[in-house]
């Protein structure tokens, strides 16, 4: 019996995640063995630095080197946990000046200091339990700040106080979406995890990470996005920040796509757009929000989106 090797970081939450995509393939694929190898990535070992003062891209992936972009975009929004002695509050009504919101992103951190100026951002490293751990025994933080996606999928939904929609806090690139890691010399293992496809959560992904890799944009410069599919429309809406969040760019685009059906036949041949290969999703439409994604970081480049970015990864760099 063949087996599959599948590589995934050792913590809890990328276990599940893990575990949920082994699952449903072996239920797809009865006649096939899957073996899960977990390792400890460059993110995992240096937990003494902010994300984004370590100076690499692909911190929590690199070493995996074997998954790629699937399954239905849970919620992409970030949630609010807080500290016990706070629950029921809000990031508006916690107390003034002595409130202190952990959170790893300098995403989060420039938006919500922007609209909660009376709020201190820290930084805050590990997994969720070790976050979460922080929260509850330290007494530094008055609430932390995670993806929401992360804590339904550890069943620690309870633990939400708030959900910060898009016009309070837009989301990271990707966020929500679970994906799957493939080298692309690997057809057949293309082939065995195609079924697994998404369409509409693809076609969002696509346009996300091109708005951010014409950004060039990464962990060291406070980037958001928002995407939504109506209609025939694929709505992106972008963003960037300065560090404290006094500046800021944000403009929405549109573009007509169509969205196949799940098992509708695509093309023969399979584009890779923004390191996503898509099998039975027709190359136009990938195409399209591919070129949604550049146009919308073309327009905030030419109104000036690149001397804020420059500033804030300079500052970054030398904190």
Same mark, same amino acid.
């Given at each position: ?10 913590? /809890? ?23 899960? *190898? ?8 240096? !937990? ?15 070493? $995996?080197?074997?998954? !790629? ?36 992103? !300098?995403?989060?951190?420039?938006? $919500? ?21 922080? !929260? ?9 700040? $995670? ?15 708030? *959900? ?22 690997? /057809? ?17 992904? *696509? ?46 685009? /549109? ?58 990864? /300079? ?5």
């Amino acid at each position: 019996m063949r087996v599959i090797r599948v590589g995934t970081r050792k913590s /809890q939450l990328a276990r599940i995640q893990t575990d949920s995509v082994v699952a449903t393939l072996k239920a797809l694929y009865p006649g096939l063995q899957f073996e899960i *190898i977990a390792m400890s990535t460059t993110g995992d070992k240096i !937990l003494d630095t902010a994300l984004s003062k370590i100076g690499e891209k692909s911190l929590f992936t690199k070493e $995996l080197e074997h998954a !790629l972009e699937r399954n239905e975009r849970e919620c992409p929004y970030d949630a609010v946990v807080f500290h016990p002695k706070f629950v029921g509050k809000t990031l508006e009504t916690l107390p003034e000046k002595s409130s202190v919101v952990g959170t790893s992103s !300098l995403r989060r951190a420039a938006q $919500l200091q922007r609209k909660f100026p009376h709020l201190e951002f820290k930084s805050i490293r590990g997994n969720l339990n070790t976050r979460l751990r922080k !929260l509850d025994e330290l007494q530094e933080f008055s609430a932390i700040i $995670l993806a929401a996606a992360g804590l339904q999928r550890m069943g620690w939904q309870n633990r939400v106080g708030q *959900i910060l929609h898009p016009e309070e806090c837009m989301y990271a690139v990707g966020q929500g979406a679970l994906g799957v890691e493939v080298r692309a010399k690997d /057809q057949d293992i293309l082939d065995l995890v195609g079924v697994l496809h998404d369409p509409e959560t693809l076609l969002r992904c *696509i346009a996300e990470r091109a708005f951010l890799r014409h950004l060039e944009g990464g962990c060291s410069v406070p980037v958001a996005v928002h995407t939504a599919m109506k209609d025939g429309q694929l709505y992106l809406t972008g963003g960037v920040w300065s560090l404290n969040g006094a500046e800021s760019m944000q403009e929405t685009m /549109q573009a007509t796509i169509h969205v196949p059906a799940q098992h509708e036949d695509g093309p023969e041949d399979d584009p890779q757009l923004v390191g996503i290969t898509a099998r039975n999703i027709p190359r136009e439409a990938q195409l399209a929000a591919e070129n949604l994604g550049i146009s919308l970081a073309t327009l905030l480049l030419n109104k000036g989106a690149k001397n804020i970015l420059d500033v804030a990864r /300079q500052l970054n760099d030398a904190h």
